[in-house]
């Protein structure tokens, strides 16, 4: 028998709950969540189109489904997806049920995600919320809705309606204040009306690796118009950036959540609202498969870790508490970032517009995925 201890269920002892960046029929079918629940300490599940369309686009589980549409002439893709996605992110919740139960509603959430050409809309992002919320029905539902400046009032609203909400597509720190706020101010009108603010839950979804990659790409282009042998000064900024950005994020939440504000809520049963890291799979090989999991370990937070890096950090996580640490050596390294004439104001400004379209061009893939599928079913 194995005596090694699982680094995915030992993130537990830090303070830090593993979510998984992945849904599909075949993992609820088959076992496989029990399994990491059980096994792995598996304590949420994120999703979004991409995810979906590569769950459906497999076609594995979900044939009989789309065949009953089909039948009962149930053609529009949107309409489809949504019955897919919300039959799916139902069972996820009943299958998280004990978790959520066990952790008096500090865990066991799954996200769905507001229809991605929603972004840039106030009102139909709320209006959508409230309704897959309804449809759904579970008390462990959190709805995603992205951090854009239209996306903010609409979490303030929605909180204050008593909607938990996964905040997405973070990538700057002064946005981050701004999804803070909103939570809090949702939080004081909810309680102004004498409503129950316990029941309310809030993650805020920081994206990490997608900033190394674009600064990464700046910092690349300053060392090539450099004579040759130099630049040795802009190589070690490389694949620093994210973390050094997500310490600082950490950082601002402490103060938040500990000041008065904050306190006179939690007296009345208020959570705080944990930063998610998301964007945790390592895109650059030469940064190593965990490292945006081991570098970002600590208390009241969540990391949700897709597929691989998910199987990577069973295999050879290492733990310990890490989000705390070099904090100076961050701050350091943003300032050289400036002075280097890279604008981190600009790069995520930049990664949030890409993040939305991105969302949006894999939704009408999901929708044509669809489609197709279910002409196939048809004719079969």
Known sequence: MNSKKNPLKELARFGQSPWYDNVSRALLQSGALRRMIEEDGLRGITSNPTIFEKAISSGEGYEQS???CARRGETAPAKVFEKLATDDIRQACDFLKPVHEETKGEDGFVSIEVSPELARDTEASVAEARRLSRTIGRPNLMVKIPATREGIPAIERLIADGVSVNVTLIFSNDRYGEVMEAYLAGLEKRSREGLDISRVSSVASFFVSRIDTAVDKEINALMSRKPTGDGAEFKGLLGKTAIAN???????FKETFQADRFKALEAKGARAQRPLWASTGTKNPAYGDVYYVEAL???GTVNTI????????????RLAMTVEEGLGSARDHLAKIGEAGISLAKVTEKLEEEGVKAFADSYHTLLATISARLKSVAAA
Do not use: N, V
């Not at 897709?306 to 996580?317: L, N, V």
């Open 66 to 68: 789309l065949l009953d």
């Open 246 to 252: 997500a310490k600082m994020a950490y950082e601002r």
């Open 297 to 299: 370990i600590g208390s």
């Open 306 to 317: 897709p597929p691989a890096t998910w199987d990577a950090f069973r295999d050879h996580g």
